[in-house]
């Protein structure tokens, strides 16, 4: 069964202590990888997509990574407003028979203190 | 902003009464998905559209149903409700129904009495 799983549920940073988010995968033959942020009341904000592994993609403090089990979402020198839940979800073939639809993790609760 | 719009944002409802969510996709984009999120389960798709047709069924209960209609909105229809069935339900929308970024709305906080 593709699953995708996010480390660690819940993360407290102080502002500017640089940190990661993992997210791991057993899909069978994936063909993209996205990043989301989500705020409270809010819907999944879109940040990243990786379509292959060794793949690297940047925004701002944001840097995500793919490789053949994992990706990470790198944090450098977080600020208060970078606190959101950060979603990682997976594209596989043939899910729910199309070749579109997303299956997601839990997500990281990521909290910046000032 | 996405440019996916959701409406209504909240709906108060009794069990076994039935509801309409309504979904407005990004200009441009054809698919839209529906899902539904709730605090033990994540997010689930539930159902995909595009271009007026369906594609894709993942997680729907038979109690509940969509539509696309010719100018690319989309309705889900939730019957026979049950207080399991509170949750976000959240609408994305991509361009096409390949391995495109989903767009997703804000969502519609369903709770029910």
């Known amino acids: 069964e593709d699953q995708v799983t996010q480390s660690p549920e819940a993360l407290r940073l102080q502002e500017g202590e640089s940190s990661s988010l993992n997210c791991s995968y057993t899909v069978s033959g994936l063909r993209g990888l996205f990043w989301y942020r989500q705020d409270p009341g809010k819907g999944p904000e879109f940040l990243f997509t990786?379509?292959?592994a060794g793949e690297e993609k940047e925004k701002e403090r944001l840097k995500a990574t793919l490789t053949k089990k994992e990706s990470f979402l790198h944090i450098t020198a977080p600020k208060p407003e970078d606190s959101a839940t950060y979603l990682c979800a997976v594209q596989a073939p043939n899910y729910g028979g199309s070749q579109g639809n997303l299956i997601f993790g839990k997500g990281t609760k990521l909290s910046v203190k000032p | 902003d996405s440019g996916v719009t959701q409406t209504p944002k909240h709906l108060i409802t009794a069990t076994g009464q039935r509801v309409t969510l309504r979904c407005s996709p990004r200009s441009g984009d054809l698919s839209v998905y529906w899902y539904q999120q709730s605090l033990d389960q994540g997010l689930q798709f539930l159902i995909q559209y595009y271009n007026g047709e369906e594609r894709a069924k993942g997680n729907i209960l038979e109690r509940f149903s969509a539509q696309q209609f010719p100018d690319l909105h989309s309705e889900l229809n939730l019957s026979s409700l049950e207080l399991g069935d509170s949750a976000l339900y959240f609408c994305a929308s991509s361009v096409g129904t390949g391995f495109y970024p989903q767009h997703f709305g804000d969502g519609t906080r369903l709770s029910i009495l």
């Open positions: 990786l379509y292959s």
